[in-house]
């Protein structure tokens, strides 16, 4: 009995070591196990986080390749619409807040009255794969503060957001039953004051022509060049015009000549950005349209604003260039300018009979 009682003990003894050794081979296995997971689950994350910071760099370089190459070209198209319009105004101080996929640049706008800066406001615009939220959608204002389109605007004066008066092109090629003749405000203007006057023309002269004909001591700062083609001008001539009522009925509707704003005019700067007279302007004014017409295909940018450069660069450039398409000085028609002085300065322009109009605009103190 006791022999079979040990014998029995002996086969407990070695199955309780059986089952420990098999436990111990389980528990290993299932670290073993538990282990290989683990780092397949950190591999895993490694991996996903090299490729999120992959990803990413390349995104936010992208997106900064895209913003930039759009904000500069809508810059350098900003700045060649205004060297080739904008009567004796000019781009001032800009501030630019941009991020990886977009931005907006707010800048100011400045006139130069004999030396002196005038302010005349800010504009903005933005640029890139998320632009600001904020964007012009549409704009509305009392007509005072507006842009003079024909001969029954300009009969009462338009100022811009500071009060500054809007200065008014009249066509040579029109004969107006109104004009405005600013020069004779000059005895109601004090002597102490420098002003701009935007002169207006009885026909277009070439600028050798104008130069004998002003008087030396006016400054010359800007000149109002001819961008209409002979079918434009057709539609700026008074006509009548059939129009149907909301009765049913067929109407003649009289539409008045039409007169060029100084925010819709194209023309030479005489004068650079610091107030220094510029060499050859006219050469200058060329080269500007040239490149900006050749390169208006290259423009960046959607926006309606960018639509509009690309389309009037090439409008001008086309009707000032003529028949042949190619632009040089002698396609150059003045048909008005803009002087800056004092009272005194410009009284010397009454009387002379090649000025068909004068429109007064911004009023400064001499000191």
Do not use: C
Not at 42 to 53: E, G, N, P, Q, Y
Not at 102 to 125: A, F
Not at 168 to 185: E, G, K, T
Not at 285 to 293: D, G, M, P, R
């Amino acid at each position: 009995m006791k022999d079979r009682k040990d014998i029995q003990n002996n086969i407990d003894d070695e199955k309780e070591l059986d089952d420990l050794f098999d436990k111990m081979e389980d528990n290993k296995v299932h670290k073993l196990l538990k282990r290989a997971k683990w780092k397949a689950v950190l591999r895993t994350v490694i991996v996903s986080l090299v490729a999120f910071v992959v990803v990413a760099g390349g995104s936010v370089f992208i997106g900064h390749k895209i913003t930039e190459a759009e904000r500069s070209s809508i810059e350098g198209a900003l700045l060649d619409f205004n060297y080739i319009s904008a009567p004796n105004q000019y781009q001032g101080k800009s501030v630019r807040y941009q991020g990886a996929f977009g931005g907006e640049t707010i800048y100011s706008t400045y006139k130069i009255l004999e030396g002196k800066v005038v302010y005349t406001g800010q504009q903005s615009y933005s640029y890139g794969l998320l632009k600001p939220s904020n964007d012009v959608v549409g704009i509305f204002s009392p007509s005072i503060i507006g842009t003079s389109y024909d001969e029954d605007d300009v009969q009462k004066p338009r100022y811009n957001e500071l009060g500054q008066r809007e200065m008014v092109f009249f066509y040579p090629f029109i004969n107006y039953q109104y004009y405005r003749n600013d020069l004779n405000l000059l005895e109601a203007i004090d002597e102490d004051k420098y002003l701009e006057m935007a002169l207006s023309f009885d026909k277009t002269y070439n600028l050798a022509e104008l130069r004998q004909l002003l008087p030396q001591d006016v400054t010359v700062a800007w000149y109002w060049v001819d961008d209409l083609n002979e079918g434009e001008k057709v539609e700026h001539q008074p006509r009548q015009k059939k129009q149907q009522t909301a009765e049913g009925k067929t109407e003649l509707v009289n539409y008045p000549g039409r007169v060029r704003s100084e925010k819709t005019a194209y023309g030479i700067k005489n004068y650079g950005a610091n107030g220094d007279p510029t060499d050859n302007p006219e050469e200058l004014f060329i080269a500007v349209l040239n490149n900006s017409y050749q390169g208006k295909d290259e423009l960046k940018g959607d926006g309606s604003k960018m639509w509009a450069y690309k389309s009037e660069f090439e409008r001008v450039y086309k009707n000032i260039a003529g028949a042949d398409g190619k632009l040089t000085t002698t396609d150059l028609k003045i048909q008005g300018i803009v002087v800056t002085g004092d009272t005194d300065s410009l009284k010397s322009l009454r009387g002379l009979s090649f000025i068909k109009a004068s429109s007064l605009g911004v009023v400064v103190d001499k000191y």
